[in-house]
């Protein structure tokens, strides 16, 4: 009995047959076009908080995954001190303060201090806006 269905792996080289009419087998299920995009944007970001960390708030990348996962805390929880967010996001406090800096200089965000001394991260009408172009460029390229 035939499948005709049935397709052979898509990797240059590869004969295994796959499941579920998928491109690739499951050694190969990598190159599938959107795990490749999301890679490429985890190690984007993974290299954005090593420069930060290293050389400061002018390396942040204002449209880059990580902004836009805190003006996202910041948009569905409200005001965060940089503390929380690190916790949150699993930042250090240093790489998270030179995020919060750099979207302060562009007005995304506005800084202020609570009574003990910790930063204090507020969205502000830009950061919005910022945050709905991204959501918007999300939707597109999925
Ligand atoms: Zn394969």
Redesign the pocket.
């Known amino acids: 009995m035939t499948y005709p269905e049935a397709l052979t ?1 898509e ?1 240059p080289g ?1 004969l ?1 047959p796959t499941r579920e009419r998928k491109p ?2 499951s ?2 299920i990598d190159d599938l076009p959107y795990i490749q995009e999301l890679v490429a944007r985890i190690c984007e970001r993974d290299e954005e908080l090593e420069r930060v960390a290293r050389r400061g708030w002018k390396e942040v990348d204002p449209q880059g995954l990580t902004a836009s996962e805190i003006l996202l805390q910041l948009s569905l929880y409200g005001d965060r001190t940089v503390p929380r967010l690190c916790r949150d996001l699993q930042l250090d406090i240093d790489v998270a303060e030179g995020f919060a800096m750099a979207l302060a200089r562009r007005g995304m965000v506005t800084l202020g201090q609570t009574d003990r001394g910790h930063m204090k991260v507020a969205l502000a009408s830009v950061g919005h806006e910022a945050l709905r172009e991204f959501k918007l460029t999300e939707r597109k390229a999925g």
């Open positions: 792996c990797h590869c295994e690739y087998c050694d190969h």
